[in-house]
């Protein structure tokens, strides 16, 4: 263990700290390329993917490190997402962390039904609490009228990628 000042850092965080900072640039990367097609980032939502592996194989910690500081450097360096979307996404992407390393956590195994739980819940979660946010349900719905290729693709790259790592 090494002390710095008053804390005290493990082996551990560091190594929560070392992914979390390559999920981050995965979700630097990934929304890159998406935007090189038009409207890609609202069709394949490909700032959500990296949190869900770091969420989902690595535990909270790392899951809402990368669920904020994905949007936050993106917004730095890009611009995107705007400043005004920056709340709900922050908000929606805190949600996957944390419902997906309860998931994992709780059940134990990486599956296709777990996966869809995650991604409807955070999903389903988000709706309804960007729908308070910004009063506007078209706004709100979006991520399932547009953002449904997605969804599926957190869901079967997202199992893909567990298992893989699994190995």
């Known amino acids: ?7 005290s850092l ?3 965080d560091y190594r929560t700290y070392l992914l979390s900072a390559l999920f981050v640039a995965g979700n630097i990367i990934l929304p890159r390329l998406a935007h090189l097609i038009p409207q890609g980032g609202f069709i394949f939502l490909p700032i959500y993917f990296f949190t869900l592996i770091a ?5 909270i910690a790392a899951g809402l490190l ?5 949007p936050l450097v993106n917004h730095w360096l890009f611009g995107l997402p705007p400043a ?18 309860f998931v994992a956590h709780r059940l134990k195994n990486v599956s296709i039904v777990n996966l869809i739980i995650v991604v409807l819940g955070y999903q389903l979660i988000g709706t ?26 957190q869901v079967f790259a ?5 298992k893989a790592s699994s190995k």
């Open 1 to 7: 263990m090494t002390t710095t000042g008053l804390y």
């Open 84 to 101: 005004e979307v920056l709340p709900v996404l922050l908000m929606k992407s805190s949600l996957l962390a944390i419902i997906a390393a």
């Open 128 to 153: 309804f609490a960007e729908w308070a946010i910004v009063n506007d349900i078209n706004a709100a719905v979006q991520d399932f009228r547009i953002g449904f290729p997605g969804m599926l693709l």
């Open 10 to 12: 493990s082996l551990k």
């Open 66 to 70: 990368t669920a904020v500081l994905s």
């Open 158 to 162: 997202g199992y893909a990628v567990l």
């Open 55 to 59: 969420a989902y194989k690595y535990g």
